[in-house]
């Protein structure tokens, strides 16, 4: 039996091709490598966290527990796919903290993006709207008014200044539902009341890639651990109190416009050591360079995401993974993980093996894998 799902020949699958729940048939796509699992996504983040290996005596262990006591960010740098990120995930799971509030940076984000969103468009649009409701049918207004008392009309009147008028307080009283805080501002909200004195973990992905200032912003904002929300502060008179979504779909309450940070959260920033930055933003880090992978690193975690029956299997695979890392290629973990689980777990002959590993394993500086590589289209 072929491994192949598709095949290329044009000829479409039977209609019970694919089972449904209640068929007592095997799916013909067996179930997803661990690392890309997305049924759960909670735990997902958790697996991630598990799975996670450093040496017990690296002093990268040392620099984790440093940046928790001192409140300061850490600053992961490394090529891709060596682990950075993961590395938030393996401190909220070992010290139970909740799930991982990632912000991924690209070239357009900025401080407020990550503090919160304010849909303005939407609350104007709302707005209008509700005005537009509220207005008198006027289409047969004149018929029916000859038939109305004058009681009747002034009654009619007031009801509907009473709609105006509730219509133009409602901007004010609803405004909330137009501001979601984003993963920065959410980390910064302290405990609610009888909670535990605990951080959330802040990952904030990618930081090489963002605009020039973004690494100055974010030390202004580290350092007075605290922001205000201008469309609230605004407002503080007239509402003090006023209920926002969180970037993991909560609701809290925001007093005076104002989020103080009681307890400084665990913020991880990866970098890919595309960019250089400024002295001071580097002064307020603690710095953490990712090695190289070890043999003994690669084989607890191809044990933690394998059956003992896969990882004998895999001893080859992570000998040509080294031996192409000594050589000088750029590979990431989850290429070796990639090439264990396909071409361990299928019906593979010699040839789909070897064209399929020289994909799998190709450095991430390599544009195109050479034809002595790549032999499969004759």
């Known amino acids: 039996m072929t491994w192949k799902l598709f095949e290329g020949n044009g000829t479409p699958k039977p209609d019970d091709y694919w089972p449904k729940p209640e068929d007592d048939k095997k799916n013909p796509l067996p179930p997803?490598?661990?690392?890309?699992?997305?049924?759960?996504?909670?735990?997902?983040?958790?697996?991630r966290g598990k799975t996670?290996?450093?040496?017990?005596?690296?002093?990268?262990?040392?620099?984790?527990?440093?940046?928790?006591?001192?409140?300061?960010?850490?600053?992961?740098?490394?090529?891709?796919?060596?682990?950075?990120?993961?590395?938030?995930?393996?401190?909220?799971?070992?010290?139970?903290l909740r799930e991982v509030l990632k912000w991924s940076i690209t070239t357009r984000s900025t401080l407020t993006e990550g503090l919160y969103y304010y849909d303005a468009i939407g609350r104007l649009r709302d707005t209008q709207l509700l005005n537009k409701n509220s207005l008198p049918n006027t289409s047969n207004q004149h018929n029916q008014e000859t038939n109305l008392s004058d009681s009747t009309i002034e009654n009619k009147e007031d009801s509907s200044q009473n709609k105006q008028a509730s219509s133009a307080s409602d901007p004010i009283q609803n405004i909330g539902d137009y501001i979601t805080l984003g993963?920065?501002?959410?980390?910064?909200?302290?405990?609610?009341?009888?909670?535990?004195?605990?951080?959330?973990?802040?990952?904030?992905?990618?930081?090489?890639?963002s605009d020039i200032d973004l690494p100055d912003d974010l030390l202004q904002i580290f350092e007075e651990g605290r922001f205000e929300i201008p469309e609230l502060k605004?407002?503080?008179?007239?509402?003090?109190?006023?209920?926002?979504?969180?970037?993991?779909?909560?609701?809290?309450?925001?007093?005076n416009g104002f989020v103080p940070c009681t307890v400084f959260p665990f913020v991880v920033l990866t970098s890919n050591s595309k960019r250089d930055f400024p002295p001071a933003f580097l002064r307020r880090c603690l710095r953490i360079q990712m090695k190289k992978p070890e043999r003994s690193h690669l084989e607890k975690i191809i044990e933690a995401h394998f059956d003992e029956t896969i990882v004998d299997k895999a001893a080859p695979y992570i000998n040509e993974f080294l031996g192409l890392i000594e050589d000088g290629n750029k590979l990431a973990i989850d290429q070796l993980l990639n090439t264990i689980f396909l071409l361990t777990n299928n019906n593979l002959d010699e040839i789909d093996k070897k064209q399929l590993k020289a994909h799998l394993l190709q450095s991430l500086d390599s544009s195109v894998i050479s034809e002595s590589e790549d032999d499969s289209n004759g």
């Open 52 to 96: 996670f290996q450093i040496p017990k005596d690296d002093k990268i262990i040392k620099l984790i527990n440093a940046a928790l006591y001192l409140r300061r960010p850490l600053l992961v740098e490394g090529p891709p796919g060596s682990g950075k990120s993961s590395l938030a995930y393996a401190v909220a799971y070992e010290l139970g």
């Open 183 to 209: 993963p920065l501002g959410t980390a910064f909200l302290p405990p609610k009341e009888g909670e535990a004195l605990k951080p959330r973990v802040l990952l904030i992905d990618e930081i090489d890639k």
């Open 234 to 255: 605004r407002i503080a008179k007239q509402k003090s109190s006023v209920e926002v979504r969180t970037y993991d779909q909560k609701i809290r309450t925001i007093e």
């Open 32 to 47: 997803p490598p661990t690392w890309r699992d997305f049924s759960d996504q909670k735990v997902m983040d958790q697996r």
